[in-house]
């Protein structure tokens, strides 16, 4: 059984496919305009433009609504067949297809074909609009799983090296247990928590990856309890080895990581002085304090 992507998953990258069907169906429908009998989405008269903008705002924000609840709704789940996508966008396209006739019989515009007829013809010409981007989007997302699980085999690749040569290795299990990443301690750099995911950075060779684990952040920093991979902001957990500084400025801790990006991760009050207590303290800045 096919699953989603979990790529796909991510909550911006929904939020993205609404925008990209926003642009993709104006397009489409500046082509279509002649060929429809029950056309009416334009920028002349005023009315029509009222209209059509209405519409519009309709449209997007039942998509961003639909998608949060198809978030909130993935966040529970194992995994997420694709036949549960399919039947969603199903019903996103119905929806949207009976926005779009209510507009029309709103504008008074006489139609020959009954009402079950002219919304499996509407939903038909929805369904065609909104696939069209949404086919390359999946693959586009199944693509990014491939090289993700790729990099990570790498990473464990690497492991097993580190394992001959007796370092201490870490391993990440994902919400349901199973083992996902086993690593060295000196690779990862930090962790990110993002929705229902954490982003692990980590190094590999001399590039910096990452990869998304379907796990909490509260479930890693317990995994990772006497480690040197710590707690510094809520959303952040940061490898002390690999801090290059911790500087103050306008009032606010942040700390700048060793990575050729110099990533900086901010600094928590609540979690300051744990952070001080295990920081070596030449790699603290307090002349850049403002406040």
């Not at 279509?32 to 924000?61: D, K, R």
């Not at 609504?65 to 995994?79: A, D, G, H």
Request: a positive charge.
């Amino acid at each position: 059984m096919m699953n989603v992507p979990k790529y796909f998953l991510k909550k911006k990258f929904l939020l993205d496919t609404v925008a990209l069907n926003t642009v993709f169906s104006m397009a489409f429908l500046a082509v279509y305009q002649p060929f429809s009998q029950t056309f009416w989405l334009g920028v002349t008269p005023v009315n029509i433009l009222l209209c059509s903008i209405a519409f519009y705002v309709c449209c997007i924000a039942f998509l961003l609504v639909s998608k949060e609840c198809f978030f909130r709704y993935e966040s529970v789940k194992e995994e997420l067949p694709l036949r549960t996508l399919v039947f969603w966008m199903l019903c996103e396209f119905t929806v949207i297809a009976v926005i779009y006739l209510a507009f029309t019989f709103a504008l008074g515009y006489s139609l020959n074909s009954s009402l079950p007829e002219l919304l499996i013809r509407t939903t038909g010409c929805v369904a065609l609009i909104l696939s069209i981007p949404m086919i390359p989007t999946v693959l586009y997302a199944r693509t990014k799983d491939d090289q993700e699980e790729i990099r990570i085999l790498k990473l464990n690749q690497a492991a097993d090296a580190r394992r001959v040569e007796g370092t201490d290795l870490i391993n990440l299990f994902d919400h349901s247990g199973v083992l996902k990443i086993t690593a060295s301690q000196d690779d990862i750099y930090f962790i990110e928590s993002q929705d229902n995911y954490v982003c692990i950075h980590y190094l590999i060779g001399d590039r910096m990856e990452n990869y998304m684990l379907r796990s909490s952040t509260q479930e890693v920093e317990k995994a990772l309890k006497g480690t040197g991979i710590i707690r510094c902001h809520r959303s952040y957990l940061v490898n002390i080895n690999r801090i290059k500084v911790l500087k103050h400025d306008k009032g606010r801790a942040v700390i700048v990581m060793e990575d050729a990006a110099g990533s900086e991760i901010p600094v928590s009050r609540g979690y300051y002085k744990e952070l001080l207590d295990v920081l070596v303290p030449g790699k603290i800045v307090k002349n850049t304090r403002t406040s």
